[in-house]
T-cell receptor
């Protein structure tokens, strides 16, 4: 079993839809959870990070962590064509300077 | 804040030459930087962890003599691909750990696309 599993998609939705992106993990030592957005041929851009179970909201984005189920999600409300990108989940220890484990990324396409 | 730059953004070289890629944290000091490579439609593959003032820690399967990493200052890490071959063509991305935030938040550079002819 891989440490982090993420459905690669592709996921296609119409503009305005609510998008749900998910990752599961197997290592219960993971304490820190992040979501990155990567546009084609660009470096990943940090969207959100959290280290506690529950929801964290930032504008149209909500990150959800369920440590008991080892499951994290990113919800995008009112999706826009500019949200079309690959979304990577990442997780690891909270200690600065330790390596993160990345999911394979989900490719999202939002059509206008 | 938390900006990481990479230079060059794109490089094309002949087989057998060496290529140096720079990664800089512009507005914070990064004691740890990471180097990744990414093939088309694939996720990030960690190559090595670079700590300022010490030798890099390489992931299994990554040749340390081929991918030389130097982290000489708190704002600069370099990756040198020695004697590059076409199979080294890839997208190389660095990230920097921002210790000032007190956690493991990592910020990525824009990446360097290497093409070896």
């Amino acid at each position: 079993q891989k440490e982090v599993e993420q459905d690669p998609g592709p996921l296609s939705v119409p503009e305005g839809a609510i998008v749900s992106l998910n990752c599961t993990y197997s290592n219960s030592a993971f304490q820190y959870f992040m979501w990155y957005r990567q546009y084609s041929r660009k470096g990943p851009e940090l969207l959100m990070y959290t280290y506690s179970s529950g929801n964290k909201e930032d504008g149209r984005f909500t990150a959800q962590v369920d440590k008991s189920s080892k499951y994290i999600s990113l919800f995008i409300r009112d999706s826009q064509p500019s949200d079309s990108a690959t979304y990577l989940c990442a997780m690891g220890l909270r200690q600065a300077g330790t390596a993160l484990i990345f999911g394979k990324g989900t490719t999202l396409s939002v059509s206008s | 804040g938390a900006v990481v730059s990479q230079h060059p953004s794109r490089v094309i070289c002949k087989s057998g030459t060496s290529v140096k890629i720079e990664c800089r944290s512009l507005d914070f000091q990064a004691t740890t930087m990471f180097w990744y490579r990414q093939f088309p439609k694939q996720s990030l593959m960690l190559m090595a962890t670079s700590n300022e003032g010490s030798k890099a820690t390489y992931e299994q399967g990554v040749e340390k003599d081929k991918f030389l990493i130097n982290h000489a200052s708190l704002t600069l890490s370099t990756l040198t691909v020695t004697s590059a071959h076409p199979e080294d063509s890839s997208f190389y991305i660095c990230s920097a750990s921002h210790p000032g935030q007190g956690d493991n938040t990592q910020y990525f550079g824009p990446g360097t696309r290497l093409t070896v002819l």
